[in-house]
């Protein structure tokens, strides 16, 4: 743990804050566009009850690509860059967050949506003010099992030359420095559980009070 | 495309290599958490530390287990044992809680009445309360199976076999086609491999499909 703790590798454009910031930074913007692109699609297919299957299957097409290959891919096509790191690891936080959101949506008891109706709100009401405050807790689910994969996978990107903490893997791998390679596995591991408990600490602050679990035995 | 079929010997090669990578540590992995996931099951204790340690395990990204795994059971960095110890830890890390719930699940007049025809705890367990706890186990299998046949291929980033040495070979010689050939090689066996452990799933609980 020594390479960890040297005071020279805290410092400097490839310093450990530096690749920390960037790591956070393509988990962080990767989770935006995911959210952008998964949240309406699996709110509206879960609203609606139609389509159903092909959120299912696409999520599981999805999750069965490998994150490797998509990543070389895309070098390959459009060039090195920030840009084939995105691509690749937003197809992987598509899946979670898309499932979670639907299945989401979907479990919200269906007598609260029809009072929600029965007071006159109109669907995007009864979508935006009801079925997604009450569906927080699963959608928040999808999200941080899409960070956790986010987190653990942007470490690929170093192999492309891109940054984040995986330069130190890479680079490790490459000068046979286990130190390092140790280093950036346990700083990886670290912001796994930084990026979680963040997620936990924004759960509490949004989701409802009465959609707490009561008691040891759970919502009933 | 046309290099798959160009160069079909070592496509099928490293098919071999990337099967045996991903199917060794999810049997490995599956037979270690049916203890483990039946003493969560029963105990509060055992629930408390192998949950949290688990989602630990999990956070750990696999190319970095990967390349610790051979310092701490010294081998080799280019010994297959170093991809297949790490889908091990994953595939125990998703298993025990799967095994857990699962056997929690079996309703307690069956286990009740179970014990009252006599039956011992052991042959219990394998002829009562693991058939009837096989659906969630299975979908938890399935999930395990397609992860580690995806993950196989980051053990190619450090030079070990399966289809993600066409990803990496693929990418030093600019041949896109290459990398294709093992992206569509990998979601080919995870597709097979899901739709084999369903179709097992559905062979062996008869009952769950009668009375709905």
Avoid at chain 2, 199 to 210: D, E, F, N, Q
């Amino acid at each position: 743990m020594g390479w960890l703790f040297d005071p020279a590798h805290w410092s400097g454009s490839t310093g450990i804050p530096v690749r920390l910031v960037e790591h956070f930074g393509y988990t962080l913007l990767t989770l935006v566009i995911g959210a952008l692109i998964a949240v309406p699609l699996g709110a509206f297919v879960g609203h609606t009850g139609k389509g159903g299957f092909v959120i299912v299957g696409l999520s599981n097409a999805l999750r069965a690509l490998p994150t490797t290959a998509v990543l070389i891919l895309v070098v390959l096509w459009a060039g090195l860059g920030d840009f084939p790191v995105y691509v690749a690891l937003v197809l992987l936080a598509i899946p979670p967050i898309m499932a979670g959101t639907y299945a989401g949506v979907r479990a919200v008891d269906p007598v609260t949506v029809d009072a929600a109706r029965g007071v006159g709100m109109r669907e995007s009401g009864v979508l935006l003010q009801v079925e997604i405050p009450n569906a927080l807790p699963l959608i928040f689910g999808g999200f941080r099992g899409a960070a956790l994969q986010v987190v653990a996978t942007a470490t690929i990107a170093a192999y492309t030359g891109a940054g984040g903490l995986g330069r130190f893997v890479f680079d490790g791998l490459a000068l046979q420095d286990f130190g390092q390679m140790l280093a950036g596995a346990v700083l990886v591991a670290l912001l796994a559980v930084l990026v979680d408990l963040g997620f936990a600490g924004l759960q509490r602050l949004t989701v409802s009070p009465g959609l707490r679990p009561v008691g040891t035995g759970g919502k009933r | 495309m046309t290099w798959i079929f160009e160069n079909w010997e070592r496509f099928w090669e490293v098919t071999e290599v990337h099967l045996r990578l991903s199917v060794v540590p999810v049997v490995i992995g599956f037979v270690l958490s049916i203890p483990l996931g039946w003493w969560a099951s029963r105990s509060q204790t055992a629930r408390a530390i192998l949950f949290p340690f688990a989602n630990i395990l999990f956070t750990i990204p696999s190319i970095a287990l990967i390349v610790i795994t051979p310092v701490l059971i010294g081998v080799k960095i280019l010994d297959e044992i170093n991809v297949i110890v790490p889908l091990v830890v994953y595939t125990v890390a998703l298993m025990v809680r799967a095994v857990a719930d699962a056997l929690a699940a079996v309703p307690g007049n069956v286990v009740a009445a179970a014990n009252a025809m006599g039956f011992r705890p052991l042959r219990r367990f394998l002829t009562v309360d693991f058939p009837l706890a096989l659906p969630v186990t299975i979908a938890g299998l399935r999930v395990a199976t397609v992860s580690n046949i995806s993950m196989v291929s980051v053990g190619a980033l450090v030079g070990l076999g399966g289809y993600g040495q066409l990803f990496t070979e693929g990418y030093q010689t600019d041949n896109t086609d290459k990398v294709l050939a093992g992206l569509i090689g990998t979601v080919v066996l995870a597709v097979l491999a899901d739709g084999l452990l369903l179709l097992i799933g559905r062979l062996l609980t008869p009952w769950a499909r009668v009375g709905r």
